[in-house]
């Protein structure tokens, strides 16, 4: 761990030079390199806050117990921020562990905890539910796994959203695509959450893109940058998936969007469980991530 305080990071290199940087805050993921650490694969705006102040503008901001803002009145989220308090609260890094595979290719784990007892106390006021949840984020050579558990440490059951809120770092947006998600029903919310299914295997970004494709039934997304496939966003135990680019006026709107041009360099393709609620009872548990594989 370097830093102090809520600026805390801890940082993880592999032998062949791959590293990733994990702030406390959110156990938000700011920087993952491959190709022997020459290559950052996730995009941070220049104004991100990586201090602890608020929620981190790139990296892999964790997104739970909501997804968005929270329904308007009624249900146990609805005082809580929009994306819930997981992204802004200070976890507790719970350890490393290192592993060589047979092909002697190493792996390292960090895992980050969070429970109840960690949260404000406006968060707890506003989803007063004992919960206990373990992000793990494995590094490979080629690929960064992301894996969240959570438990119910309570007496009643709840239900909650989870989703991996990822900025990919990627060339240039006119000639980058997503794909494998052709014929998927989606939620267009720049189109007042209209339902549509997906007619493109390739799905270019011309304008603010901001959906949430349901139930997808093959688990790998792939962005293409310039006809070649660049990263592959594997899913586990989680069904839909977000395609953001906040485009121009909306990348100008964002005080910590830097620089305002910044939408040409980054593209969020994020996996969770966002369509309607996961349900835990007393003591169970959840599991779900991603593995990203960086195919430069
Ligand atoms: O994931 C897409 C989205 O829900 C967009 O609607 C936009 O709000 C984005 O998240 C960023 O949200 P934030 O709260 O981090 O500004």
């Given at each position: 761990i370097t830093g102090s305080g809520a600026g805390s990071?801890?940082?993880?290199?592999?032998?062949?030079?791959?590293?990733?940087?994990?702030?406390?805050?959110?156990?938000?993921?700011?920087?993952?390199?491959?190709?022997?650490?020459?290559?950052?694969?996730?995009w941070l705006s220049e104004k991100a806050a990586v201090d602890g102040s608020k929620a981190v503008r790139g990296g892999i901001p964790v997104v739970f117990p909501?997804?968005?803002?929270?329904?308007?009145?009624?249900?146990p989220t609805s005082s809580l921020p929009q994306h819930g308090f997981a992204r802004s609260s200070r976890w507790e890094f719970l350890g490393k562990s290192t592993s060589e595979d047979a092909l002697d290719s190493s792996s390292v784990k960090l895992d980050?905890?969070?429970?109840?007892?960690?949260?404000?106390?406006?968060?707890?006021?506003?989803?007063?539910?004992?919960?206990?949840?373990?992000?793990?984020?494995?590094l490979s050579k080629d690929s960064l796994q992301t894996v969240i558990n959570v438990?119910?440490?309570?007496?009643?059951s709840f239900?909650?959203?989870?989703?991996?809120?990822?900025?990919?770092?990627?060339?240039?947006?006119?000639?980058?695509?997503?794909?494998?998600?052709?014929?998927?029903?989606?939620?267009?919310?720049?189109?007042?959450?209209?339902?549509?299914?997906?007619?493109?295997?390739?799905?270019?970004?011309?304008?603010?893109?901001?959906r949430v494709y349901k139930s997808i039934p093959q688990d790998t997304t792939t962005i293409v940058e310039a006809d070649s496939p660049r990263f592959d966003v594997?899913?586990?135990?989680?069904?839909?998936?977000?395609?953001?680019?906040?485009?121009?006026?909306?990348?100008?709107?964002?005080?910590?969007?830097?620089?305002?041009?910044?939408?040409?360099?980054?593209?969020c393709v994020e996996v969770g469980a966002v369509n309607g609620w996961q349900k835990l009872e007393k003591g169970e548990v959840f599991e779900g991530g991603q593995t990203i594989k960086s195919l430069l």
């Open positions: 990071k801890v940082t993880a290199t592999l032998p062949s030079g791959e590293s990733i940087e994990v702030l406390l805050y959110g156990a938000t993921v700011i920087s993952w390199k491959s190709n022997g650490g020459k290559t950052e694969n996730l909501v997804f968005g803002p929270p329904p308007k009145s009624g249900h980050f905890g969070l429970y109840t007892s960690g949260i404000s106390e406006d968060a707890k006021k506003a989803w007063p539910l004992d919960f206990g949840l373990v992000y793990s984020v494995t438990r119910n440490e309570g007496e009643q239900e909650f959203q989870f989703l991996l809120h990822t900025y990919f770092k990627i060339k240039d947006i006119t000639k980058t695509s997503v794909k494998g998600l052709l014929g998927v029903e989606y939620i267009d919310k720049v189109l007042n959450a209209s339902s549509h299914q997906e007619s493109n295997s390739a799905i270019a970004i011309t304008g603010e893109v901001d594997v899913r586990d135990n989680l069904s839909d998936t977000v395609v953001w680019n906040p485009w121009i006026e909306k990348a100008k709107g964002m005080g910590d969007f830097s620089p305002d041009d910044g939408y040409k360099n980054m593209i």
